[in-house]
């Protein structure tokens, strides 16, 4: 066997644990670095309210879900076909109220769940 040989696998195992170690030394430094940079960033933020300063409840209790149904409104229809629709001249996206509030139901013989067309409820 060629102690050269052994001497050039020593080195390679040395130079390796001292990479390995210098490279270990850097992350940690970068670690160090960035929780330092965060703790700055957190020092600038502003405080968490105070429990005297948080959001209380309205006199009259919670607020409830109202649930109504709305139709669409219809988009006007330019002046002259040549010229276009501004934005401030169309409505809200909301629609209107409908005349009738009650939701739709399911109704027999339409499609299965997710519109797949099978029978439904069987």
């Known amino acids: 066997m060629n102690s050269a040989y052994l001497e050039i696998a ?3 195992t040395v130079v390796a644990a001292v990479s390995a170690f210098i490279a ?3 992350i940690a430094g970068a670690l160090v670095w960035a929780v330092q ?7 600038l ?3 968490p309210p105070r429990p005297d300063e948080q959001p209380r409840l309205p006199a009259g209790g919670a607020i409830h879900e109202i649930r109504e149904m ?6 006007p229809v330019a002046k002259d076909e040549s010229e276009r629709l501004m ?5 809200h996206g909301g629609g209107k109220l409908s005349k009738n509030q009650k ?3 399911w109704s027999p013989g339409s499609s299965g769940s997710f519109g797949s067309g099978g029978p439904g409820h069987t």
């Open 87 to 91: 934005p401030y001249e169309l409505h």
């Open 24 to 26: 270990g030394g850097f």
């Open 70 to 75: 709305r139709e669409p409104d219809e988009v």
């Open 37 to 43: 940079i965060g703790m700055r960033v957190r020092r």
């Open 103 to 105: 939701p739709p139901t």
């Open 10 to 12: 020593a080195a390679n």
């Open 45 to 47: 933020e502003l405080r």
